[in-house]
């Protein structure tokens, strides 16, 4: 059995050499929500502008994450805007280590954009604000 996950911030300037690994896992998460297209996301992941986390358990990549900052009147803010993986009772925890991240580069916040499902397994997260679709035909 592989060894417990750990979490590894992926240096922007190597996101090309695991791009391939990463971006199947990162694509259904954006599938999964539809909040903004796929393409938007990979691009500000390639550009640098957005951080990758995978939780790696030495053998394979369990699960991939990808976090931007934002400013709001409310402060700097960290925001999770993909994640997805395998075998989460594994890496879930590892959600300590992108808030602790936040805290060092100033962020009074970490905002997540994802299914209502992440609220039931996060502690200490809440929901704040909805996000409503009609249709149009």
């Not at 954006?30 to 297209?37: F, P």
């Not at 991240?101 to 609220?119: N, P, Q, S």
Request: hydrophobic share 50%; charged share 25%.
């Amino acid at each position: 059995m592989p060894s417990k996950a750990e979490l590894v911030c992926v240096d922007p300037a190597r996101i090309q050499e695991i791009w391939s690994h990463v971006r199947p896992l990162l694509e259904l998460a954006s599938r999964a929500t539809c909040l903004s297209a796929f393409a938007d996301f990979e691009a500000d992941i390639l550009a640098g502008r957005s951080l990758v986390w995978i939780a790696w358990n030495g053998r394979a990549i369990e699960a991939a994450a990808a976090t931007s900052l934002i400013n709001s009147d409310l402060g700097r803010v960290c925001v999770i805007t993909l994640c997805a993986g395998r075998a989460m009772k594994r890496w879930l925890k590892l959600v300590d280590r992108i808030e602790a991240y936040a805290r060092d580069e100033g962020c009074g916040r970490i905002r997540i954009f994802g299914r209502k499902g992440w609220l039931r397994v996060l502690e200490g997260y809440e929901a704040r604000h909805v996000v409503m679709d009609k249709l149009l035909v």
